[in-house]
């Protein structure tokens, strides 16, 4: 698996509070995994003249899709119809509204178990302007185990800040009194986003999944 950490730890505070003396601390890691899987909502529409011409077209759409889904290695399980409709066309001309016939829509629903040919199927989608992607999420096998891979680093990280304040306020870091987890977003790209640059696999995978994961701890300070 490659990966790209970074760790950013943040000092919160060294309190006494009714003698109760702590250090508390933000350990923050953030990786980059290779994304293995994906899950898709697909909108396919056609309209026509009449409602039967429209089902037709549909259902030529819909099989053209399964026959380009098959060609690139995919079951045919990873493509299944949600639902479908038809229903009347229109578009304005100006502030008039003009029929255009009958549209019949379906939504696919669409789960990967491999991204070899993916690009390829992206190509194919982005070609034909009957298809529409509604929703869109990668996902990596490995993803779950660098989550808690990340939330032992993240408390390691704050520990070690822990110690270091510690000793500058001339006490010894005590047991664990408090630990959370905490929601953060994933920075938008061009926001600054911090890397490791010196990790050569960073930016390698060529569909990455970002994990970010940030803990708050709580330390006992203890006299040294």
Same mark, same amino acid.
Request: a neutral charge.
């Given at each position: *698996?490659?990966?790209?950490?970074? #760790? $950013? ?13 702590? &250090?508390?601390?933000?350990?923050? $890691? ?13 909108? &396919? ?7 039967? /011409? ?7 759409? #819909?099989?053209?899709?399964? /026959? ?10 990873? &493509? ?18 003009? =029929? ?5 829509? /379906? ?5 990967? =178990? ?10 194919? +989608?982005?070609? !034909?302007? @009957? ?5 869109? %999420? *990668? ?23 822990? +110690?270091?304040?510690? @000793?500058?306020?001339?006490?010894? #870091?005590?047991?664990?009194? @408090? ?6 977003? #994933? =920075? ?11 990790? =050569? !696999? ?11 994961? %940030? ?10």
């Amino acid at each position: *698996m490659k990966t790209s950490i970074t #760790l $950013v730890l943040t000092i919160l505070a060294c309190t006494a509070l009714a003698g109760e003396r702590f &250090v508390s601390t933000i350990g923050t $890691v953030q990786r980059e995994i290779p994304a293995d899987r994906l899950a898709m909502n697909l909108e &396919v529409a056609a309209t026509e003249k009449t409602i039967e /011409a429209s089902v037709a077209s549909l259902d030529r759409l #819909l099989e053209e899709f399964g /026959a380009q889904v098959a060609k690139l290695g995919y079951p045919a399980a990873a &493509v299944a119809v949600k639902e479908r409709k038809t229903q009347k066309a229109w578009e304005w001309e100006g502030q008039k509204k003009v =029929p255009l016939g009958f549209s019949s829509s /379906a939504m696919l629903s669409l789960n990967l =178990p491999g991204l070899t040919n993916y690009s390829k199927l992206l190509s194919y +989608i982005g070609t !034909h302007e @009957e298809y529409e992607i509604r929703w869109m %999420r *990668m996902s990596g096998s490995a993803e779950g185990l660098a989550r808690r891979n990340a939330i032992a680093e993240a408390l390691q990280a704050a520990r070690t800040k822990a +110690i270091l304040l510690a @000793e500058e306020g001339g006490a010894k #870091l005590g047991k664990l009194l @408090e630990v959370t987890e905490e929601e953060v977003e #994933l =920075p938008e790209e061009g926001t600054g986003r911090i890397r490791n640059v010196g990790d =050569p !696999h960073a930016g390698t995978a060529a569909y990455p999944i970002e994990i970010l994961v %940030r803990v708050r701890a709580k330390f006992e300070l203890n006299d040294k």
